[in-house]
């Protein structure tokens, strides 16, 4: 029970009934957590169950050893060199199987760092040579014949035993083929003999190939030729654990900048052949940036080493951000005499980081605007109400202009608070599905009505095109919005287009947009021939009250809500824009499932005075609760006032036989609505309340249970609007103003 292996006893059907202490330690279990469970448990996942049934089944009938992965209790996968024998009865019956392992699992991980090590590094410097089971040489590259001055076809069909120089001795060999026959990896130093005779020091990892069926049919042999590079060779080995095996870039040049030295990974990332830049000046081919180039060129001969981002171009001219890792290679008189970079493509990371990062600016300025629009929604709501009373007690045609001035003011306001938040907040509105050509029809046709004789319009929207499901007027509004744009963008003229099409959003270009998602989409497109946009101003034109336009021309909030409208509909935008070339929007909405489209229609609530009901009115805010207590008188309503909720519940308790409707605004100090609400439900549960916020998702926290309000509506209001919604509360209709 005491030694150090772990030692394992089953039957016959692979049952636990014996485990020592060092099997306890190294696994996690309590004995009385195996005893009696099959041994299944202990393996990492379903192959290695089967492969592990397959060796005890061999084990039954003798003595079997080899490597195994288990896994601990905690789930930790490791590796065990396991060794079984079968227990005999007295009469040589088998009755048990006994095994013994060993943790092997670190030095598993050192030899497949080493493995993965060299089969990274060595297959874009090293000779390579792939054998059949015979160990027949099926194929070798250029780097083969350097070192051994043999081509492929001199090779081919023949065992590697032309390069033997007999300086070895036959066990070495015996040992070698034993090793790969049995289906491990092989690695060492051989003294080998080159085609001209001569002899080099080659060392070499030999690795099996296997099947699918599990069974080995070739070899491959990574070779080097380490006699006189061994140092060298030493430093490479060291910055290459740096690599990203199937992306990065690796090419070597001498200290005059010539490239002596360029990987397939190179090839991949920059478009050059190795043929194409060996020779040249890394400078001219990457495009440095000069003054950068030379810091770090100081830095590198100071440190030996250095590492950081550069900006790099394609041989197509395409822009590359990498993240550069360069290394001084010194020769055997420790001068510098090449530099060794390893690059990795980082564009798409960065592109990423920067959606990111805006993605949270808008969120933080969203933040921000709507708790201004708050505020400005409970200025703009007494005024929009004192217009409506002036109004009705001016019959002055002067008086009458000047108060429509004012409500046309304030409603714009008003207007312009509901985008801020809209931006702010984001929309919760009734979607539909619609057939979007009808739509955008409608709107091309008031471009072509409105828009200058000087911008040609062009449009295409197939009848094939996939419905969405929409608010059919943000999408409206989202088309006006990006068709107004694109007009102020050519004050000269030109060709505003208009194109619908279907597109199947994949894997690939969700990596490209991190607002995408994979699905179907209704693409539009919204593209004019004007002055484009600079990268600086792309990066902000969705922040609300951003505007290139002179004072007095525009608020800045048209692309704000265009993202918003989208964002709200699960969709994304991609801008394409240059200066002097114009800009294209594409607006990407998810198509829907169903292809039957329903239409929208609103029903008009008339208004209607009241007959002295009492109201009582619960509002912070002074101005709003006065001029709302007018209106009511206006229409015939009787009115008492609270300041904040905790008033509210006294006023309640005075009036209560009275009362018949409770407006209260959800924001308020001492108590707020939600607790006004809950406190008037417990007095009277069948109390009628309308709330009110000029926040526009406050519908959001409103409780559906047992104190549910009967309506809503969002500030600023108008008298209409107002005296609808409590003409519908007061006849038992419930409702929420949108």
């Known amino acids: 029970r005491s030694i150090g292996e772990c030692v394992i006893i089953t039957d016959l059907d692979n049952n636990i009934f014996f485990v020592n202490e060092a099997f306890c330690t190294t696994y996690g279990y309590e004995p009385r957590e195996v005893l009696g469970k099959n041994i299944s448990i202990l393996h990492s996942s379903d192959g290695d169950r089967v492969v592990s049934s397959q060796i005890l089944d061999d084990a039954k009938k003798g003595n079997w050893r080899g ?43 050192i030899q497949e760092l080493q493995l993965l090590f060299l089969t990274a590094f060595e297959t874009a410097v090293n000779g390579i040579v792939i054998t059949n089971i015979n160990g027949d040489i099926i194929w070798a590259n250029n780097a083969f014949t350097n070192m051994t001055g043999y081509t492929l076809q001199e090779v081919k069909g023949k065992n590697p035993r032309v ?137 590198l001969l100071k440190d030996g ?19 550069a890792r360069i290394s001084l290679i010194y020769d055997e008189q420790k001068n510098p005499k090449s530099m060794m970079s390893i690059n990795t493509d980082i564009t798409e990371k960065k592109n990423l980081e920067y959606q990111f990062l805006r993605t949270q600016r808008l969120d933080s ?36 202009k000047v108060l429509e001035s004012v409500e046309s003011s304030a409603r714009r306001g008003s207007e312009i608070v509901k985008q801020i938040l809209t931006f702010a907040r984001g929309l919760e509105t009734q979607k539909i599905l619609i057939q979007p050509r009808h739509l955008v029809k409608e709107v091309v046709g008031i471009f072509k009505e409105t828009f200058p004789r000087s911008i040609n319009i062009v449009s295409d929207i197939p009848n094939s095109t996939w419905t969405i499901m929409v608010d059919p007027t943000h999408f409206h ?63 902000h034109i969705f922040e609300p009250f951003f505007t290139t336009k002179e004072i007095g ?37 998810p198509a829907s499932e169903s292809t039957s489209v329903e239409s929208s229609e609103k029903s008009i609530t008339t208004i209607s005075s009241g007959n002295g009901e009492l109201i009582l009115i ?22 008492v006032t609270a300041s904040d909720g905790a008033e509210g519940v006294a006023r309640y308790a005075e009036h209560q036989d009275k009362i018949v409707l409770v407006i209260t605004d959800m924001m308020m100090p001492v108590m707020d609505g939600h607790h006004l609400i809950m406190a008037l439900r417990k007095m009277n549960p069948t109390v ?32 209409k609007k107002l005296m609808s919604l409590v003409a519908s509360v007061l006849q038992g209709t419930p409702s929420v103003d949108l």
């Open 67 to 109: 490597e195994l992965l288990n896994r601990k209790k905690s789930g930790e996968e490791f590796y065990i060199n396991l060794s079984t024998s079968v227990i005999l009865n007295d009469k040589g019956e088998s009755i048990a199987l006994i095994g013994v392992a060993q943790d092997i699992s670190e030095r598993k991980k």
């Open 163 to 299: 390069l033997k120089s007999n300086k070895q001795s036959k066990e070495l060999y015996k040992n070698l083929w034993e090793t790969i026959l049995s289906g491990r990896s092989w690695r060492g130093e051989l003294t080998n003999k080159r085609k001209d005779g001569s002899l080099y020091i080659d060392e070499m990892t030999i690795t099996p190939v296997r099947n699918e069926q599990n069974l080995v049919t070739h070899f491959v042999a990574i070779k080097q030729d380490v006699t006189q590079q061994a140092q060298s060779l030493e430093q490479i080995k060291e910055q290459a654990m740096l690599l990203a095996e199937a992306h990065d870039a690796i090419f070597v040049r001498g200290m005059d900048q010539r490239i002596l030295y360029w990987n397939k990974g190179a090839e991949r990332m920059y478009g050059w052949s190795a043929a194409e830049v060996i020779g040249k000046d890394a400078r001219e081919v990457l495009y440095y940036e000069k003054a950068k180039h030379d810091d770090v060129f100081v830095q």
């Open 477 to 539: 509004q989202l088309i006006m919005n990006l068709g107004v744009n694109a007009r102020d963008a050519m004050p000269n003229g030109g060709t505003l287009s208009i194109i619908a099409s279907n597109e199947v959003i994949d894997e690939q270009y969700t990596r490209m947009n991190i607002d995408a998602k994979v699905g179907r989409y209704a693409r539009f497109s919204v593209t004019d021939t004007g002055v484009g946009m600079s990268k600086q101003i792309l990066d």
């Open 618 to 639: 619960v509002d912070d805010e002074d101005s709003i609760r006065e001029v709302t207590k007018r209106t009511f008188e206006a229409f015939n309503y009787t009115v």
């Open 365 to 400: 300025l969203g933040t921000l605007a709507g708790g201004i629009a708050h505020d400005l929604n409970n200025v703009l709501a007494p005024i929009m109400l004192a217009v409506e009373i002036l109004k009705r007690s001016y019959v002055n045609e002067n008086m009458q």
């Open 553 to 589: 021309k525009g608020t800045g909030l048209g692309l704000s809500t265009v993202y918003t409208i989208v964002k709200s509909h699960k969709g994304f935008i991609d801008i394409q824009s240059d200066i002097g070339k114009g800009t294209a929007f594409n607006i990407f909405l």
């Open 688 to 719: 009628k309340i309308i709330a009110s916020s000029g926040l526009i998702d406050a519908t959001k926290d409103i409780d559906h249970g047992e104190n549910a309000v009967n309506g809503f509506i969002h500030k600023p209001y108008n008298a």
């Open 305 to 323: 080493m250095y590492s950081g981002e550069f900006l790099h171009y394609t041989k197509e001219g395409k822009e590359l951000t990498v993240d």
